[in-house]
């Protein structure tokens, strides 16, 4: 059974930056839609980025635009999503699926049997 595996997280202060990565077991990613989504405590699961599967046309959610940055290193088989300027409310468990309807990034689909376990952001003074 395919399993998305998400790294990269930690605890940063305010303005700093974080890169995330993603990768997959039986799965080659440059076939996909890769998405981000992010669960903050006591909130749904939220798109916030995406990665087209042909083109790498790239979608962000309006609370993270300009500030993070997905991206994909196909011999690697890895997907990123380099997060600068965070903010407190970055904070969230992080994962990254096999998307689609990615236009509107932040209720963008996912494949519910990939789920990782996510890696955890925790932005804090």
């Known amino acids: 059974q395919p399993r998305f595996v998400e790294s990269g997280g930690g605890l940063v202060q305010p303005g700093e930056s974080l890169r995330l990565s993603c990768q997959a077991s039986?799965?080659?990613?440059?076939?996909?839609?890769i998405g981000w989504y992010r669960q903050a405590p006591g909130k749904d699961r939220e798109g916030v980025s995406s990665?087209?599967?042909?083109?790498?046309?790239?979608y962000y959610a309006d609370s993270v635009r300009g500030r993070f940055t997905i991206s994909r290193d196909n011999a690697k088989n890895t997907v990123y999503l380099q997060m600068n300027s965070l903010k407190l409310e970055d904070t969230a468990v992080y994962y990254c699926?096999?998307?689609?309807?990615?236009?509107?990034?932040?209720?963008?689909?996912?494949?519910?049997?990939?789920w990782g376990q996510g890696t955890q952001v925790t932005v804090s003074s």
């Open positions: 699926n096999a998307a689609y309807d990615t236009e509107v990034v932040e209720t963008m689909g996912s494949t519910p049997d990939y």
């Open positions: 990665i087209s599967e042909s083109d790498d046309i790239t």
């Open positions: 039986e799965l080659t990613l440059n076939y996909y839609d």
